[in-house]
């Protein structure tokens, strides 16, 4: 019997060899690419790693919408034009340059010589191709944000026309974003879309190696890349590690450059330690409470509105749950984005006394009840904030009964309109145009949702949607934030904070829209 | 032979069920296309993806796609991923049983001896204290350990690294990670079949035939508690699925754990659905091979 138990044992260590082995060939060189440690070796000091929280969704960059995909696609696609970080501007990447012909064309020029990582030059038909793709694939996830594109008309092999169904004044914002990138139409046609999923190439400092799901995805330079080949990484490893403290540890380990995500509960381990910093930057998602103005609400009175925000002290939240991390504001539209009113951000109403006068005079002078939804987990800190908002709410006698829903509840309650009184929610805004996010407050977008309505918005919001002048444009957003502010439509918290674990060795700058642009992270 | 095949045909229609009652909970949990848009998504996008995956179909359309899909070996695409379910499971099946063999090692190489070491010295200090270590075993969530063990053996001691899957370093913190729970739960069984065999008559008989200790207690003894030890190796493995759940995430560990809590977040039906259906396929085979060994480790045990 003791012989069995042997045989049992080896049995048991053979299989474990022989799966430890099996798949070798479908990874590749798994020890190559293995990041260990990424500060020893001439080679593994010449590869960046960066720790993200969730797998990529896919190589098509047209049916994802999912903003930690395109954060690494940027560094393998080039859009035709690119929003500049630092002063807010649309600048020309693929395009050499680009003109509004009239209110429903834009010619661009392409640069020339321009390649894919196969070697096969840019021309004006892979833009057709893939801009066309999304503007009819109605099956594509970005679909919606594309087919305002009627066709893309080749004048020759670098110059083309994009034609809009209406004047679209967002044309620029919404090619320089998500589902933007330019595909090789030649490889494609030859070789099917399959294959390329399997085997995507494209115009970008970094070209293509594996992609083990769930593991990482591993790039290396593409030395012919028309801006340059990047003088400090060969090798560009995303490595996928879900749980927060892991990433962090990788990170204080030397295993990874770059965390993303770091919780504000490892803030302080990253700082403290030595070899790490903690890099911090506003993002463009705004926390904000949704009002029902639906009749028969207590929060369809303006008053109540406004009550419960001046009850709202917005600086001690970001102070005290986010330690500082966030910027209080009034509005949704962040600096960086076309038609930011200036005046509504970075402050807030906070008075106490004043919204106990206001519920007085609305006929609740002993306050109600009310039902707050909140999401718990999705946004930085968003439990807490719900909780410390009704507490704050408590202080003028507004009971708040806050239901915590897991995420996907949460949103089949809004897709079925069931929401109550209140509800928290984040949101981004990709495009960076106030058009985007104003939308919001559009009578017909939320009918049955929240039922806001007011008649010189709804006129504003309609006026600047097709106005092909910036100036008045501008304006017109700005006086649309200005309405919805006296109205209280909603409540604007403020504007999360993107809080990434950096490595000493490295220069990095996160930027505003999330996207990590290897091109800009250098070596000290 | 004929019981082995009653058995393995009994498979179907159990696979069968457990698919049935995982699609209802999958369907009543949530819409995907909810998951699968951002929070601005306009109405319209919610309607044409939802009407592109046929989510759109009554229930009893949707099982009975599935069901006839099912038969043919498709499980559908993920909506996640937009590829064949079935094959991104299979993909990272090496990766789990990779974990999942190791940490039986792991929890034999710590429960035998501890077992036996602790059932021969009843109520001494030693049994105190691998009792002791015991509970505390088994009372130590996964991810509570996992996460400690990083920051000791990794973050502390820089020994190992801290997660993923490559070269055989990796996969000790895992491994122990999982290993430890079922080592737990091994030693207190084999120390109490240990104790009842201790006493029988044969042990006796054998001790006072002047025997060596060592030969009494692994050569009589042990041998007759190698059956419920293989009982509980076989039922372990569905704590072992469910333990490579949490540890796949706390490792970054690339299998069919992570996969499936990723899957069930964004109600991926289709990798629900295929990772359920391989990891209870490998439950009942473990449970089956349990029974088969029965008869090599006791000849008296024989099925009809």
């Not at chain 2, 991810?143 to 001691?157: C, D």
């Amino acid at each position: 019997m003791g012989k069995k138990l042997w045989l049992f044992g080896l049995l048991m260590l053979a299989l474990l060899i022989f799966v430890a082995c099996s798949d070798k060939d479908s990874e590749g060189d798994a020890e190559d690419t293995n990041p260990g440690k990424a500060e020893t070796g001439d080679e593994n000091d010449r590869t960046l790693t960066i720790a993200i929280g969730a797998d990529m969704v896919t190589f098509d960059v047209h049916d994802h919408i999912n903003t930690s995909t395109e954060a690494i696609h940027v560094n393998m696609f080039n859009y035709l034009v690119k929003r500049d970080n630092e002063t807010g501007e649309i600048v020309p990447d693929l395009a050499e340059s680009f003109e509004n012909i009239d209110d429903y064309t834009w010619e661009f020029k392409l640069k020339e010589g321009v390649t894919f990582h196969n070697g096969d030059e840019l021309t004006s038909a892979d833009v057709k191709y893939s801009l066309e793709r999304v503007a009819y694939g109605e099956e594509l996830r970005d679909y919606t944000n594309y087919n305002q594109i009627k066709e893309v008309e080749i004048i020759d092999d670098y110059t083309f026309r994009i034609i809009t169904h209406e004047p679209e004044p967002v044309l620029l914002n919404r090619i320089s974003r998500i589902a933007s990138g330019i595909l090789p139409s030649k490889y494609i046609e030859e070789n099917g879309f399959d294959h390329f999923l399997e085997n995507p190439i494209g115009t970008g400092p970094f070209q293509f190696v594996e992609w083990v799901r769930d593991d990482r995805i591993v790039f290396e330079v593409y030395d012919d890349y028309f801006g340059g080949k990047n003088p400090d990484w060969d090798k560009l490893v995303f490595r996928i590690i879900p749980e927060n403290s892991t990433r962090v540890s990788e990170l204080l380990t030397g295993g990874v450059d770059i965390a993303v995500n770091v919780p504000p509960a490892d803030w302080e381990r990253v700082e403290n330690h030595e070899g790490t910093y903690l890099a911090q930057e506003t993002s463009n998602r705004t926390l904000m409470i949704f009002l029902r103005s639906t009749e028969g609400y207590p929060t369809s009175d303006q008053r109540v509105r406004e009550a419960l925000d001046l009850a709202i002290d917005n600086g001690a939240i970001v102070e005290s749950l986010l330690g500082g991390a966030g910027v209080p504001t009034i509005t949704r539209v962040a600096p960086g984005n076309f038609g930011f009113a200036e005046h509504l951000y970075d402050t807030y109403n906070y008075d106490p006394e004043r919204a106990k006068e206001l519920l007085e005079e609305a006929g609740y002078p002993d306050g109600f009840e009310m039902t707050f939804h909140s999401p718990r987990g999705r946004y930085l800190q968003d439990a807490e904030i719900a909780e410390m908002v009704a507490g704050m709410w408590a202080q003028i006698g507004v009971t708040a009964n806050i239901e915590f829903m897991e995420w996907s509840n949460f949103v089949e309650l809004r897709n079925a309109k069931e929401n109550k009184d209140a509800y928290l929610l984040g949101l981004g805004n990709s495009m960076f145009d106030a058009a985007n996010a104003l939308d919001y407050y559009s009578a017909t977008r939320f009918e049955g949702e929240t039922d806001y309505r007011n008649d010189e918005l709804e006129e504003l919001l309609a006026a600047a949607m097709s106005n092909m002048d910036p100036k008045e444009r501008s304006e017109q957003y700005v006086r649309a934030q200005e309405i919805i502010a006296e109205d209280v439509a909603h409540i604007v918290l403020h504007q999360e904070s993107i809080n990434i674990g950096v490595s000493e060795r490295i220069n990095y700058t996160p930027t505003m829209d999330e996207m990590i642009y290897v091109e800009t992270i250098t070596k000290k | 032979m004929n019981y082995f095949i009653k058995r393995v045909l009994e498979i179907i229609p159990v696979l069968f069920i457990i698919s049935f009652i995982v699609f209802v909970l999958v369907f009543v949990a949530g819409d995907p296309v909810a998951l699968l848009l951002p929070e601005d998504a306009p109405e319209e996008a919610v309607e044409t993806l939802r009407t592109s995956l046929g989510l759109d179909d009554p229930f009893y359309v949707q099982y009975g796609r599935y069901v006839v899909n099912m038969l043919q070996g498709d499980f559908g695409d993920s909506f996640r991923y937009g590829q064949d379910a079935m094959s991104l499971v299979l993909e990272r099946l090496p990766a789990t049983l990779e974990l999942a063999i190791a940490s039986i090692l792991v929890a034999i190489m710590i429960a035998i001896p501890l077992g036996i070491w602790s059932s021969t010295k009843k109520n001494s200090s030693i049994d105190l204290v691998a009792t002791g270590a015991a509970v505390l075993g088994k009372a130590m969530p996964n991810f509570w350990l996992g996460i400690m063990l990083i920051l000791l053996f990794s973050v502390t001691l820089d020994m190992l690294p801290v997660s993923g899957r490559g070269s055989f370093s990796h996969l000790i913190l895992p491994a122990i990670t999982l290993g430890t729970g079922i080592a737990a739960e091994m030693t207190r069984l084999i120390r109490s079949s240990m104790l009842e065999t201790l006493s029988q008559d044969y042990i006796r008989t054998a001790k006072s035939k002047g025997l060596r200790t060592g030969i009494v207690v692994y050569k009589h003894a042990f041998r007759n508690t190698l059956v419920p030890v293989v009982t509980i190796i076989a039922l372990q493995t569905s704590t072992l699925i469910g333990g490579t759940l949490i540890t796949e995430t706390v490792f970054a560990w690339p299998g069919i754990g992570q996969l499936l809590i990723q899957a069930v977040n964004t109600r991926d039906m289709a990798i629900v659905q295929a990772c359920v259906m391989v990891i209870a396929f490998f439950v009942i085979v473990m449970n089956l091979i349990a029974d088969l060994l029965y008869q090599v480790l006791d000849p008296r045990i024989r099925y009809k």
